[in-house]
């Protein structure tokens, strides 16, 4: 039979820090990606809500059919409110060296993970099954 | 102490053991499952339609509702074999290791802690909707927002069955809300309200927005693999999940073909691909002020419903792990008469009233699906793994899948297209999640690891798994 | 001062009287049981 592993008791403070340390890592990563303004935000941006008060906007010139604007309107909206929604497209261009870099980062995270687990549950497996095995 | 003492079934009298109750049906795993889920076509799905316009939205839905017919599929044939409260959180402890489990038992933690904030906003933001429309102008959100987490969080401290038995009726009336609507608009009859000639127009990105699109087209299913968390207050979980999980599929598969065909004929595309109400806003196109306070309950009964399910199985994935002292072991502890991991319940209360509050909604969805899709990508792998390491034969499971490796396989690859998705748009929420995942896990491995027991984890009374 | 209004400090009255209630339960289950029953419950176990 293989040694068992004890482990420590942890107390009530560290318990306590511990449990708050998880939560304030989501919070900064969460919140990382909004205050440093690096993607797409589903809102239009404040300049285009302003420029486009200043342009005079026709449904016409959104590209939007005569049904179509009739829709627009039964929802509330007008050219001028409409355009910014409209004209706030997304830029699929894809960057290579970003894409790299993301795809390198799950690809690692996952070997790191599955190599980690794999050497914890051989020990898990040992302790709960003994020595040898097959 | 006397329901104490019943409740650990001892036989000198004295507790010994206390244990969640097993008191639900195949009618509660539904409940959970497409309660969690309904309110994404109620919003959140339209998202996908600004990503990829709203054919392309309607291609991912059908090429997701593939992902997720795999995803039920394996969770069906695992979880009836794995019967515990963590859900995949278990399966990954028995079946990969110690350190994938607690990453997936933080994905399942973080996706449907925010889905539940995401939830409550939008009982928020309709309640000011309508106090807007009957002259109120400017009604603070806030006090709903709390009010629908409080509440939800009492019901589920009270009782698991009380809980996912209200979810039933308020999930089957949402759902009963969207075909109304379905039937309301007459789509016998087309261009007398639905205009799906003059609205629909090709895709505005070509086929790469149908890709980018598949993000969040799995608003429509996200959640529905949460029925794995009842599995140990089920009466019969090899009966019960797959059964409540596989119709929960089906319910779903309508619910999202409707909900498209009917805002897809009512609004343009860019409009829609922006809405925070979408369904909604389709009843009040329809000029019906019937359809509208229906759509409004069915809202407002959908949000409500999933978050509910999210507390219930957000609660049961922390538990578990704090169980095992993955987390501190304070946050193991039943309710000796509730029966209910009430601590953890209480702990995540907070937590999801910061996430409503603090982080803007769309952020707050992105983080949610990708916490999930991070866990589909490990049930791939984590399926393999399971048939290798027990064969079929080995082990009495609840149920067996057919086609193996082919859902494995199919899950695996439509996951790298979705990781594509989200990084066309939202890059950065990837990187960050990614990061959020990289840094816990790090902690785990040099700190909280210390502090759990090794053999006592494998609680399975399974053979040594083939290979270790 | 309307009846939203009221119904505002309605809801913050309730949510805060539920997490009151939610918080004195748990700290009298903490004081009447021992915490090994509490922690006691086992995976799986039927």
């Given at each position: 039979?293989?040694?068992h592993?004890?482990?420590?008791k942890?107390g009530?403070?560290?318990?306590?820090?511990?449990?708050?340390l998880?939560m304030v890592?989501v919070?900064?990563?969460?919140?990382a990606?909004?205050?440093?303004k690096?993607?797409?935000s589903?809102?239009?941006p404040?300049?285009?809500?302003?420029?486009?008060t200043?342009?005079?906007?026709?449904?016409?010139?959104?590209?939007?059919?005569?049904v179509?604007?009739?829709?627009?309107?039964?929802?509330?909206?007008?050219?001028?409110?409409?355009?910014?929604?409209?004209?706030?497209?997304?830029?699929?261009a894809?960057d290579?060296?970003?894409?790299?870099v993301?795809i390198?980062?799950?690809?690692?995270?996952?070997v790191?993970?599955?190599?980690?687990?794999d050497?914890?549950y051989?020990?898990?497996?040992?302790?709960?099954?003994?020595?040898g095995?097959? | 102490?006397?329901?104490?003492?019943?409740?650990?079934g001892?036989?000198?009298?004295?507790?010994?053991?206390?244990?969640?109750?097993?008191?639900l049906?195949p009618?509660?795993?539904?409940?959970?499952g497409v309660?969690?889920?309904?309110?994404g076509?109620?919003m959140?799905?339209?998202?996908s339609?600004?990503?990829?316009?709203?054919?392309?939205?309607?291609?991912?839905?059908?090429?997701?509702?593939l992902?997720?017919?795999?995803?039920?599929?394996?969770?069906?044939?695992?979880?009836s074999?794995?019967?515990a409260?963590?859900?995949?959180?278990?399966?990954?402890?028995?079946?990969?290791?110690p350190?994938m489990?607690?990453?997936v038992?933080?994905?399942?933690?973080?996706?449907?802690?925010?889905?539940?904030a995401g939830?409550?906003?939008?009982?928020?933001?309709?309640?000011k909707?309508v106090?807007?429309?009957?002259?109120?102008?400017d009604?603070d959100?806030?006090?709903?927002?709390?009010?629908?987490?409080?509440?939800?969080?009492?019901?589920?401290?009270?009782?698991?069955?009380?809980?996912?038995?209200?979810?039933?009726?308020?999930?089957?009336?949402?759902?009963?809300?969207?075909?109304?609507?379905?039937?309301?608009?007459?789509?016998w009859?087309?261009?007398?309200?639905?205009?799906?000639?003059?609205l629909?127009?090709d895709?505005?990105?070509g086929?790469?927005?149908?890709?980018?699109?598949?993000?969040?087209?799995?608003?429509?299913?996200?959640?529905?693999?949460?029925?794995?968390?009842?599995a140990?207050?089920?009466r019969?979980?090899g009966?019960?999940?797959?059964?409540?999980?596989m119709?929960?599929?089906i319910t779903?598969?309508?619910?999202?073909?409707?909900?498209?065909y009917?805002?897809?004929?009512?609004?343009?595309?860019?409009?829609?691909?922006?809405?925070?109400?979408?369904?909604?806003?389709a009843?009040?196109l329809?000029?019906?002020?019937?359809?509208?306070?229906?759509?409004?309950?069915?809202?407002?009964?959908?949000?409500?419903?999933s978050?509910?399910?999210c507390i219930?199985?957000?609660s049961?994935?922390?538990?578990?792990?704090g169980?095992?002292?993955?987390l501190?072991?304070?946050f193991?502890a039943?309710?000796?008469?509730y029966?209910?991991?009430?601590?953890?319940?209480?702990?995540?209360?907070?937590?999801?009233?910061?996430?409503?509050?603090?982080?803007?909604?769309?952020?707050?969805?992105?983080f949610?699906?990708?916490s999930?899709?991070?866990?589909?990508t490990?049930?791939?792998?984590?399926?393999m793994?399971?048939r290798?390491?027990?064969?079929l034969?080995?082990?009495?499971?609840?149920?067996?899948?057919?086609?193996?490796?082919?859902?494995?396989i199919?899950?695996?690859?439509?996951?790298?297209?979705?990781?594509?998705?989200?990084f066309?748009g939202y890059?950065a929420?990837l990187?960050?999640?990614?990061?959020?995942?990289?840094?816990?896990?790090a902690?785990?491995?040099?700190?909280?690891?210390?502090f759990?027991?090794?053999?006592d984890?494998?609680?399975?009374?399974?053979?040594?798994?083939?290979?270790? | 001062?309307?009846a939203?209004?009221?119904?505002?400090?309605?809801?913050?009255?309730?949510?805060?009287?539920?997490?009151?209630?939610?918080?004195?339960d748990?700290?009298?289950?903490?004081?009447?049981?021992?915490?090994?029953?509490l922690?006691?419950?086992r995976?799986?176990?039927?």
């Amino acid at each position: 039979m293989a040694q068992h592993y004890a482990p420590p008791k942890q107390g009530g403070m560290g318990q306590f820090i511990d449990s708050i340390l998880l939560m304030v890592l989501v919070f900064i990563c969460l919140l990382a990606p909004v205050y440093l303004k690096a993607d797409h935000s589903a809102a239009p941006p404040e300049e285009a809500k302003e420029e486009a008060t200043k342009v005079e906007a026709t449904w016409q010139g959104l590209g939007q059919t005569p049904v179509q604007a009739q829709q627009w309107e039964k929802l509330g909206h007008t050219p001028e409110t409409a355009k910014p929604i409209i004209d706030n497209r997304f830029d699929y261009a894809v960057d290579p060296m970003a894409l790299i870099v993301t795809i390198a980062v799950i690809v690692g995270y996952f070997v790191f993970v599955f190599r980690i687990s794999d050497r914890e549950y051989r020990e898990v497996v040992r302790e709960r099954f003994g020595d040898g095995g097959n | 102490m006397s329901e104490a003492t019943t409740a650990a079934g001892s036989a000198s009298g004295q507790p010994t053991r206390i244990a969640l109750l097993k008191v639900l049906g195949p009618v509660h795993v539904w409940a959970l499952g497409v309660g969690i889920v309904l309110v994404g076509e109620f919003m959140g799905w339209n998202f996908s339609v600004g990503k990829g316009g709203a054919y392309g939205s309607l291609i991912a839905c059908w090429v997701v509702g593939l992902l997720y017919t795999c995803v039920a599929m394996i969770d069906s044939e695992v979880t009836s074999t794995v019967a515990a409260a963590g859900g995949q959180y278990t399966q990954a402890k028995h079946i990969v290791g110690p350190l994938m489990a607690f990453n997936v038992g933080l994905y399942l933690v973080m996706a449907y802690t925010m889905l539940e904030a995401g939830d409550a906003l939008v009982v928020g933001d309709l309640m000011k909707a309508v106090a807007g429309e009957l002259g109120h102008a400017d009604l603070d959100p806030r006090p709903f927002v709390v009010l629908s987490i409080a509440l939800l969080a009492w019901l589920n401290y009270r009782g698991v069955f009380m809980t996912l038995t209200v979810n039933f009726v308020i999930t089957a009336a949402a759902f009963l809300a969207i075909v109304i609507l379905f039937v309301g608009v007459s789509p016998w009859e087309p261009a007398k309200v639905l205009l799906h000639k003059d609205l629909l127009v090709d895709l505005p990105y070509g086929w790469i927005g149908v890709i980018a699109a598949m993000q969040f087209a799995m608003w429509y299913y996200l959640g529905i693999e949460g029925t794995c968390q009842a599995a140990e207050e089920v009466r019969s979980a090899g009966r019960s999940i797959p059964l409540g999980t596989m119709s929960g599929m089906i319910t779903l598969l309508i619910a999202a073909s409707l909900t498209w065909y009917v805002a897809a004929g009512l609004m343009p595309w860019e409009y829609l691909g922006q809405a925070i109400t979408p369904l909604y806003d389709a009843a009040k196109l329809t000029g019906s002020g019937t359809l509208q306070v229906i759509l409004f309950v069915g809202t407002i009964f959908s949000a409500i419903a999933s978050a509910n399910g999210c507390i219930n199985d957000a609660s049961r994935a922390w538990f578990s792990m704090g169980r095992d002292r993955y987390l501190p072991t304070w946050f193991g502890a039943v309710h000796p008469r509730y029966r209910t991991p009430y601590r953890a319940i209480l702990f995540l209360i907070p937590i999801a009233v910061v996430f409503a509050f603090q982080a803007p909604l769309d952020q707050v969805i992105s983080f949610s699906i990708l916490s999930g899709l991070l866990g589909y990508t490990f049930m791939s792998f984590n399926m393999m793994k399971f048939r290798k390491q027990w064969p079929l034969g080995s082990i009495k499971r609840g149920y067996v899948h057919p086609f193996h490796p082919l859902p494995a396989i199919v899950l695996l690859v439509l996951c790298i297209a979705t990781y594509f998705a989200t990084f066309l748009g939202y890059g950065a929420t990837l990187v960050a999640v990614m990061a959020f995942y990289i840094l816990a896990s790090a902690w785990f491995v040099f700190h909280r690891y210390k502090f759990v027991r090794r053999g006592d984890q494998f609680t399975m009374p399974w053979p040594r798994p083939k290979g270790y | 001062m309307d009846a939203w209004d009221l119904l505002s400090y309605a809801a913050w009255a309730v949510s805060a009287l539920l997490f009151i209630w939610m918080l004195a339960d748990a700290w009298g289950v903490g004081r009447n049981f021992d915490e090994d029953f509490l922690l006691s419950s086992r995976e799986g176990e039927e």
